[in-house]
């Protein structure tokens, strides 16, 4: 299994971003996907969860509105599209196979300042 998240950045407050999380080693399309963050002292938190064929998806309240979690199973990549930015949302942001489970990206830095 192998997750490989891109798309990172400094942005200002009000900004957009969009990640992608390029999947491999495992049959991708069957199985649901997720974004979680870390920010610096804080516990990783779910952002957003996606079914295998997308058609269930869940955010976090705190992001709901402005993020948009999709899916491309012909390309075996999950996307976040994150609108609206605000410094709270400065952190390292990871793919996760499942929800939870074992299997992580390294993650992809987004810096939210002016």
């Known amino acids: 299994v192998q997750l490989v998240e891109s798309g990172g950045g400094l942005v200002q407050p009000g900004g957009s971003l969009r990640l992608s999380c390029a999947a491999s080693?495992?049959?991708?399309?069957?199985?649901?996907m997720s974004w979680h963050r870390q920010a610096p002292g804080k516990e990783r938190e779910l952002v957003a969860s996606?079914?295998?064929?997308?058609?269930?998806?869940e955010y976090a309240d705190s992001v709901k509105g402005r993020f948009t979690i999709s899916r491309d199973n012909a390309k075996e990549t999950v996307y976040l599209q994150m609108n609206s930015l605000k410094p709270d949302d400065t952190a390292m942001y990871y793919c996760?196979?499942?929800?939870?489970?074992?299997?992580w990206g390294q993650g992809t830095q987004v810096t939210v300042s002016s």
């Open positions: 996606i079914s295998s064929g997308g058609g269930s998806i």
């Open positions: 996760n196979r499942g929800v939870g489970s074992e299997y």
């Open positions: 080693g495992f049959s991708f399309s069957i199985w649901h």
